[in-house]
């Protein structure tokens, strides 16, 4: 698969389910390994997460099968940074499946979600 066959768009509601796929293909393996359980659906959970911003998705999808294989978000906010109030904005819960790794996915999701920050 080549990276033309990945395509790259928001996040939507009806993603909830292939997001938990996701999730679970994909658990943490650091020092401290987690594997979510949702109990709510998966989009509407993570974007609960981030109450006080305004958090988008994007996922990464496989043309023809429309199976999502990445995930990424972004969040909006304000900080105090130095006495200024600033804008900002946070990349955060990346995912890819594993068996799409080292193709350029996670790369082409965060320079989607820099990219749509800097737009904003």
Known sequence: M???EVILRPMVPED???LV?????????????IA???????Y?????????SDTIGFVAEESGTGGIIGSGFLSFDCMNYEGK????????????????????I?????ERRVAFGRER
């Open 16 to 18: 909830g389910e292939a």
């Open 106 to 110: 996670a790369t082409r999701l965060a």
């Open 44 to 52: 509407q959970a993570t974007l609960a997460l981030f109450p006080s």
């Open 2 to 4: 080549d990276q033309s």
């Open 21 to 33: 796929e996701l999730a679970l293909s994909s658990p943490d393996t650091g020092m401290i390994q």
């Open 36 to 42: 979510p359980r949702y109990h709510l659906d998966a």
């Open 85 to 104: 109030l600033l804008d900002c904005a946070w990349l955060h819960n990346l995912q890819v499946h594993p068996d799409y790794r080292r193709r350029g």
